[in-house]
């Protein structure tokens, strides 16, 4: 995850160098005593590689886990801590994406993630913060409005799933801001503190003998005799019977460990800035109950309240790709504005807390476990649906390995489509062109 700088606070109030989340864990450890050989090496201590360990564990495999950077210092850790069922692309799209019957088992099974996820929690007793307090989806024009109902509706049908109409005198009841004219409520939404969450779940497997060494970074895989792999590293080389590659968004800035894992990922960068401090009775005011927020618009902004009641945070896309700190802090601080400035009068929301880091999306847009190989898995693209998906896919993977009766899933069958990447990502600089273009157009 990559702090942003200072830039445009000098002379003003401070903004920390460190990511909000990251205040309210303790530090982590560093183990660089690598075996050479090891029953399962799975790469990334993410929540999906957290998740399997801690079921083949459970199943008596001997697991070891290399992550490069420290544990709980990726996107499972610094998202926005929302947890849900929620696809990034409506129904309409991703049935003319991968057809009707794919499309609805998708939606079925993102929908049995989120309460996977929040079982999994309660039933480890993982000290995540999880609190369903439901999600508001803000809607910002009457085609959005539309379609929004055709959607809800759809999934409603498919999975069940409870979604309620807000229309815009109720809109106060979640938000205190005339942006929206209208939204959706999911009731069985709500909120973690995601760096919690990860060194919570990192703490259990540690304590089911799982081996977790950091910072270890994997450089190459090779095969072996007999089905094995050896997972070479700089700090030396491990000998597997399993394999699982769960980095996800960071897998482009590794690539070389796995590049047709990396040409399947698509890192898209997703800034976050926390404010300075409210009075609690100002925050209840702005979010009265609490809820997740998010909203349906091009800029995938979205916004809550943290932990202690006292400050905003706000999310979104503002680059896809590293771009001027300064440009990008701006940015949310003008989005956070936009939302709350009426409400606030003469008191702007300036960040205090800055931070951005990559999520993973594949390119047709959804999450995928791939068998590449007997024993060699690759999981990811949760495309920001990660906090619910990533424990049940890795969940899921680790039954794969298991052949337990439970181990299908749909996302097993999830197109595969790659990107030309050549050692890197390329492909996203057109891409982000393509959408500044878009965003200039729609910010005039």
């Known amino acids: 995850m990559r702090v942003l700088g ?3 606070h000098k002379g003003k109030t401070p903004m920390r160098q460190n990511n909000y989340w990251a205040t309210t864990v303790g530090n982590t450890y560093t183990n660089v005593d690598i075996p050479n050989r090891s029953q399962v090496v799975i790469v990334g201590a993410g929540l999906t590689g957290l998740s399997c360990a801690l079921r083949l564990l459970r199943a008596n495999y001997e697991v070891i886990i290399i992550e490069t950077q420290a544990i709980a210092n990726g996107c499972s850790s610094r998202s926005g801590g929302m947890i849900g069922s929620g696809h990034r692309l409506p129904y309409a799209v991703l049935s003319r994406r991968l057809g009707g019957d794919l499309a609805k088992k998708v939606i079925r099974e993102l929908y049995q993630s989120l309460d996977f996820t929040k079982r999994f929690i309660k039933d480890n ?10 999600r508001f989806r803000g809607v910002m024009n009457p085609s959005d409005m539309d379609a929004g109902m055709r959607n809800a509706e759809s999934l409603q049908r498919i999975s069940g799933e409870t979604i309620q109409p807000i229309d815009r005198d109720s809109i106060d009841n979640f938000v205190n801001t005339d942006v929206y004219l209208g939204g959706f409520f999911y009731p069985e939404h ?7 969450f990860t060194l919570s779940l ?11 060494c950091v910072p270890v970074r994997a450089k190459r895989i090779k095969n072996a005799p007999g089905h094995t792999k050896i997972v070479q590293t700089d700090k030396g080389d491990i000998v597997c019977d399993i394999l699982v590659c769960c980095t996800n968004g960071y897998t482009a800035k590794y690539s070389r460990y796995d590049v047709g894992y990396a040409s399947r990922i698509i890192p898209v960068l997703s800034t976050l800035i926390v404010s300075q401090k409210f009075d609690k009775k100002c925050i209840q005011n702005l979010i009265p109950r609490n809820t997740a927020n998010v909203e349906a618009s091009a800029r995938h902004a979205y916004h809550r309240t943290t932990p202690c009641g006292e400050r905003l945070m706000f999310g979104g896309r503002t680059s896809l790709t590293n ?4 440009n990008i802090v701006n940015r949310m601080e003008n989005i956070a504005n936009a939302i709350y400035g009426n409400v606030l009068g003469n008191t702007p929301i300036k960040a205090h807390y800055a931070w951005a880091g990559h999520f993973g999306m594949s390119a047709t847009q959804v999450a995928f476990i791939q068998s590449v190989s007997p024993n060699y898995y690759r999981v990811g693209g949760y495309t920001g649906s990660g906090m619910a998906a990533a424990p049940y896919m890795g969940h899921k993977t680790a039954n794969l390995i298991l052949h337990t009766n439970d181990r299908n899933t749909v996302f097993t069958q999830t197109p595969k489509i ?9 492909f996203m600089h057109p891409i982000n062109a393509y959408y500044k273009f878009m965003d200039f157009f729609r910010d005039r």
């Open 323 to 326: 771009t001027n700190n300064k």
């Open 418 to 426: 790659i990107m030309p990447h050549m050692g890197g990502a390329w």
């Open 6 to 8: 200072r830039g445009h």
């Open 190 to 196: 709500g909120l973690v503190n995601p760096a919690k």
């Open 202 to 212: 990192a703490e259990k497997v540690m304590q089911e003998r799982g081996k977790i």
């Open 125 to 134: 007793t993982l000290d995540a913060d999880l609190q369903q307090t439901g």
